[in-house]
């Protein structure tokens, strides 16, 4: 029996870079790393090339021996783990599904960090999830894992609220760091922790289902508020997009105006407003202010910075559409 305080053997998986901020404080505090799993290399960016995960790169800095299996329900697998005689595995946002003698293998199960408040957004995209749902908060559960998808019991929460300017990207920084911190406390006294785990409410949970790319297209018949919180939750990953004179443009910040300019009969996708720092569009309900945008083959540029090259662009009376 391993007593509290003293440091564990530790095999973690994960692959992006919210999971690389659980893995980078476990190096800082210099707890006893065996080995890390994280997803195989893929193509990645413009060109399309072949990358490491942020997790698989932050491994191999700091030496720890790297496990890239395509699948973890093999025998190879499993061996593989039991040879690290690891005392638990951590899992942040890794990407493979642990089967049952995946996760009895590690003496103290396999925890999860996972970013909700669960049992609310089980799944994929829980940080999207809620803020198109318009939560008021957020946070990090640290969960005991079994066998269902998110289900097991809770160890440790971290609530954070969601303030109207955040995005999916500053939430998911927020919320990395408030795992990284939780973590670090509840391996400083696992058992104890364990001891005291407690049950969720399954009828209180919610699913947070993969964002799919057809949510990312703005329907302007929807309210401004709801477009506003699409944009909010595709940032950088999934961004919202238009379409303008048969351009297609990410739309990449924009806020819902407190008071309308009342244009009679302008149509939901219409440009009721164009000034130098912004431009306003007409939605099925109020409007929207729009100030920085990614045209094509472009990086993302404020409304100010396109003027300043075309004056004449975004003109009051001509129309965002859905589609080409």
Known sequence: MIKPKQKLRLAFAGTPPFAATQLKALIERSHNIVGVYTQPDRPSGRGKKIQPSAVKTLAKNHNLDVFQPESLKTSDACRDLTALSAD???????????????LEIPTFGCINVHASLLPRWRGAAPIERALLAGDAE????????DEGLDTGKILFKTEIPIRKIDTRASLEEKIALAGAS?????????????????????????YAEKMKKCEASIDWSHSAKDIELQIRAGFGRTPAFSYFKNNRIQIIQATKLQTNHGIANAMPGEITASTKNHFTVQCGTDELSVT????????????KS???AKPNIFKIGERMVDSE
């Open 88 to 102: 638990v595995l951590i899992v942040a946002a890794y990407g493979l599904i642990l089967p049952k003698a995946f």
């Open 306 to 308: 396109i003027k300043n």
């Open 182 to 206: 939780a973590l670090i406390e509840l391996l400083s006294d696992l058992p104890t922790a364990q001891r005291q785990a407690k049950e969720q409410n399954h009828s209180l949970a919610t």
């Open 138 to 145: 957020t946070g990090v559960t640290l969960m005991q894992m």
């Open 292 to 303: 920085i945008v990614q045209l094509p083959g472009k990086t993302p540029q404020t409304i």
